[in-house]
């Protein structure tokens, strides 16, 4: 019953690598994020989704491709992994955007790190 | 661009006292500021949030306070405990779109 969840939570890849995150939520929220936490513990969004539709990218290498094949999943694919990737991954999701109130839910996070 | 500013970025305190942290926005369109907790390995957790048209909210030993003129908001814990040690994020989002700008955090330790 968890309400966004996300895989795997642990992830150890070498440099170059292409891996997938993926994410689902259950709370009929319309829209969905991705953010990335980095060592200093500072929390910065990549991407959002509003009903599969891309709203936010962040100034996010190309190497990051969001996909969102409905409103309950929206998945990070990464290309050509590189050491400063590694972070922890949120995926989170609100009934609306952000600007209307909403309380944003996040996933548990996926570790990232590449060696 | 946009910008939170948190402050401070630790804070130690004994148990039962009170802990404070500020942040400061940069757009005077926000309107809305939420308040995340992180325990360790944990994701973000909402605890508390206000929106422009208020000033002060509270939920037990949690309050926060906005100044809309001076562009700041705080955070207010009274009788800390133990389990509130955690790294506490502030956040404002910007009217019209989906972005929620986080603060650095602060992270808080509570002492027995």
């Known amino acids: 019953d968890t309400a966004v969840s996300q895989t795997p939570k642990y992830l150890v890849t070498q440099m170059g690598n292409d891996k997938s995150i993926k994410c689902e939520q259950n709370?009929?929220?319309?829209?969905m994020y991705w953010y990335k936490q980095d060592s200093k513990k500072f929390l910065k969004i990549m991407f959002s989704y509003n009903n599969k539709e891309l709203i936010i990218n962040e100034t996010v290498p190309n190497r990051f491709s969001p996909k969102s094949p409905d409103k309950a999943h929206l998945n990070l694919h990464i290309n050509s992994l590189e050491l400063g990737d590694s972070a922890v991954y949120f995926c989170?999701?609100?009934?609306?955007?952000?600007?209307?109130?909403?309380?944003?839910?996040f996933g548990e996070g996926s570790w990232l790190t590449v060696v | 661009g946009e910008n939170v500013e948190q402050h401070p970025s630790t804070l130690s305190v004994q148990e039962g006292d009170s802990a404070v942290i500020k942040c400061t926005y940069s757009d005077s369109a926000s309107n809305y500021f939420p308040w995340y907790k992180q325990e360790l390995g944990k994701r973000p957790q909402l605890i508390i949030d206000i929106r422009s048209n208020v000033g002060e909210k509270k939920d037990q030993r949690i309050a926060v306070t906005l100044n809309k003129t001076a562009k700041h908001f705080s955070l207010h814990i009274t009788e800390t405990q133990p389990e509130d040690s955690a790294v506490y994020f502030c956040a404002a989002s910007l009217r019209n779109t989906d972005k929620l700008i986080f603060g650095t955090g602060t992270r808080l330790q509570v002492f027995p």
């Open positions: 709370l009929g929220h319309d829209t």
């Open positions: 989170a999701s609100s009934l609306l955007g952000a600007d209307s109130g909403n309380t944003i839910y």
